[in-house]
Nanobody, 127 residues
Framework: QVQLEESGGGMVQAGGSLRLSCAVS????????VGWFRQAAGTERDFVAA????????YYTDSVKGRFTISRDNAKNTVYLQMSSLKPEDTAVYYC????????????????????WGQGTQVTVSS
């Protein structure tokens, strides 16, 4: 079992920054991926970014490339999502998720790969 807990959400003006944290507990392996997804009101839960627990293979959805950075601190069992140059369209509930994967882009960007989920943290970007 893997437990995930997000923190760091809040309200920020457009152009601002936030850092989300995902505290991971339980059994983890190098072949686990930890990803961030987001869900705006009335929409599907979409992939944002992911990284392998061993630290390689970061992937991002196109709309956040150059603005968001995913990283992990294995000593703290925490995965971070640094978000900069935030836009109103980044407003959503952000979820942290974990799952076993070969580490390919197709698997790491697919929601069905992830079978452990956090409760989510709200990010609101005002214009």
């Amino acid at each position: 079992q893997v437990q995930l807990e997000e923190s760091g959400g809040g309200m920020v003006q457009a152009g601002g920054s936030l850092r989300l944290s995902c505290a991971v507990s339980g059994r983890t392996f190098p072949s686990y991926a930890v990803g961030w997804f987001r869900q705006a009101a009335g929409t599907e839960r979409d992939f944002v970014a992911a990284i392998m627990w061993r630290g390689d293979s970061p992937y991002y959805t196109d709309s956040v490339k150059g603005r968001f950075t995913i990283s992990r601190d294995n000593a703290k069992n925490t995965v971070y999502l640094q978000m900069s140059s935030l836009k109103p369209e980044d407003t959503a509930v952000y979820y942290c998720a974990a799952g076993l994967t070969w580490g390919t882009m197709s698997t790491m960007t697919t929601r069905s790969t992830y079978n452990y989920w956090g409760q989510g943290t709200q990010v609101t970007v005002s214009s």
